[in-house]
DNA sequence: ACGCAACCTGTCCTTGTGGACAATAGCGAC
DNA sequence: GTCGCTATTGTCCACAAGGACAGGTTGCGT
């Protein structure tokens, strides 16, 4: 079974191109970025990219205007006939929403692309297992709890819930406790965490930026 | 379509291992780590497993030898009911090859089951942005903008701003508007992307929960 | 015994926020 | 030309949030 929707390709690699047909039932072929434009305004979503049908001296399709413009309202499968690891990274924080090689098994592009239309992010095993590598050995656990350290155990907890959005009430209610009490907590957690609100102190737990 | 392949449900709730029924066509229940063993033994390697049922004092299963000695041959989808990101880098370096919501969608459960079956790993999107964010920190504002969808393109403007904790008055000052128009946008913002406040409206858009 | 830190609660007050009513103007589609 | 969407701005109001004063009780180390 093939994806039921809309599929955009885009490459300028032939034979790629006639090998992706079969991943949607009605898949429409593109040979420049221009293409993602005219998709997103037909109200489409899908679209799969390969990024190495271009010669080296070419900017990054990631980093033109094309892309940055329609990125954020499609859900594109990034290819690469040489995957690299610093490339996925890179097309994956420019809005990508997968990344795999472009001569991948049809039932694994197949699976990428079902993953990328239903909202999810498809990465592959190695990049996959070198980010959790990264994350485990370089920073063994400093930036993920390091908010959490000045606090004591229950400004923690009181921080967890407020950067959860809970309410003050709602957060009261969860340690059995009063409002007022929740916001003395409170109080003294934007003092250590140097934040003003409830809104920076969520941003910070979850390391935005 | 169910996965073809036994699968073996391993959670103490049964409101949970019923529902969990759909996503084979032959599954098994345990209700300890124990059965991995017997599992992996009978020559089957695909398993889900709840790490949510067990009572805090408990050890984590991942830390249990059973699970250890298991989870090199087994390709296990852990879930969680309350989904955490330290949990879910814990459980992945344990060697599970998924981590995702106990109650997840079913359809979304049968995707993440069908990515682990086919030898790859499975992160929700919320985890794996966060690790993105944190190998490649100098990522001003790309990826990850499915929320943006309904949006008009001012909405898109005002909710970006909100999302970083600035307030009507600054994002009225940095669009050149008024506050009140502001809160006009921000309105129709919560509305369609069904949130009550600008914090949930933060989560959603740096891809919590 | 004393100091101190963590934890808990109380009352005021100011401000930001979000919702409930509005209205006006532009611009593309039918 | 009318319909609908977008962008803009207005006032009024209820409420949550955060700061500014208070106070109180534990328990632990010196």
């Given at each position: 079974m093939s994806t039921p929707q809309p599929l955009l390709i885009l490459t300028p690699d032939d034979l790629l191109a006639e090998r992706w047909?079969?991943?949607?039932?009605s898949p429409i072929r593109a040979?420049?970025?221009?293409g993602l434009a005219t998709w997103r305004k037909a109200g489409h979503r899908l679209a799969v990219i390969d990024?190495?049908?271009?010669?080296?001296?070419?900017?990054?399709?990631?980093?033109?205007d094309a892309w940055r413009n329609n990125a954020a309202d499609l859900a594109i499968l990034a290819t690469s006939s040489r995957p690299d690891d610093e490339e996925g990274l890179a097309v994956l924080n420019a809005g990508a929403c997968g990344y795999c090689?472009?001569?991948?098994p049809i039932e694994t592009l197949r699976q990428a692309l079902d993953v990328v239309a239903s909202g999810e992010l498809w990465v592959g095993r190695a990049l996959l297992s070198r980010l959790l590598r990264l994350v485990d050995s370089r920073l063994p656990r400093a930036g993920l709890?390091?908010?959490?350290?000045?606090?004591?155990d229950r400004e923690r907890e009181v921080a967890h819930h407020a950067a959860l959005g809970e309410s003050n009430i709602a957060i009261a209610d969860a340690l059995g406790i009063t409002e007022r009490t929740v916001k003395a907590h409170l109080k003294a957690v934007f003092e250590k965490l140097q934040v003003t609100d409830r809104l920076q102190l969520a941003l910070r737990v979850h390391g935005v930026r």
């Open positions: 047909q079969a991943l949607s039932a040979v420049d970025l221009g990024l190495g049908g271009y010669p080296p001296p070419a900017p990054a399709p990631w980093t033109q090689h472009s001569h991948a709890t390091e908010w959490a350290h000045p606090l004591t």
